[in-house]
């Protein structure tokens, strides 16, 4: 059973920075892709960025050049880096992935969704002013 778990939220003042990870267990296989996705009470859910197996990168614009995707060697384990953090960033961070190969991971902008079957629980984010 595929698992992820999300940890590395919690509170800073804006201009702060925090670092988001989530490991990934339970598939004999790396995915091919993973996100990380943020929601605010109210709102949909909203990609923030995606990497795909190769290294493949995209952001949403609200945070090009503050939040850095990546993974550790063995793409086991996902994170978040976020810089220059405003209060708008606040929200519960949850990651995703998904082993379909068919489906487009990087390069058309922010991610979606609906294309990710696994997600985990979430962790929260919260900037104050």
């Known amino acids: 059973q595929v698992q992820l778990v999300e940890s590395g939220g919690g509170s800073v003042q804006a201009g702060g920075s925090l670092r988001l990870s989530c490991a990934v267990s339970g598939h004999p296989v790396r995915a091919y892709c993973m996100a990380w996705f943020r929601q605010v009470p109210g709102k949909e859910r909203e990609g923030v960025a995606v990497i795909s197996n190769v290294d493949h990168t995209d952001y949403a614009e609200t945070v090009k050049g503050r939040f850095t995707i990546s993974t550790d060697n063995r793409g086991r384990t996902l994170f978040l880096q976020m810089i220059t953090l405003k209060p708008e960033d606040t929200a519960m961070y949850y990651c995703?992935?998904?082993?379909?190969?068919?489906?487009?991971?990087?390069?058309?902008?922010?991610?979606?969704?609906?294309?990710?079957?696994?997600w985990g629980q979430g962790t929260q984010v919260a900037v104050s002013s």
């Open positions: 995703a992935a998904h082993w379909k190969g068919h489906v487009r991971c990087a390069g058309v902008g922010r991610p979606r969704p609906g294309g990710f079957d696994s």
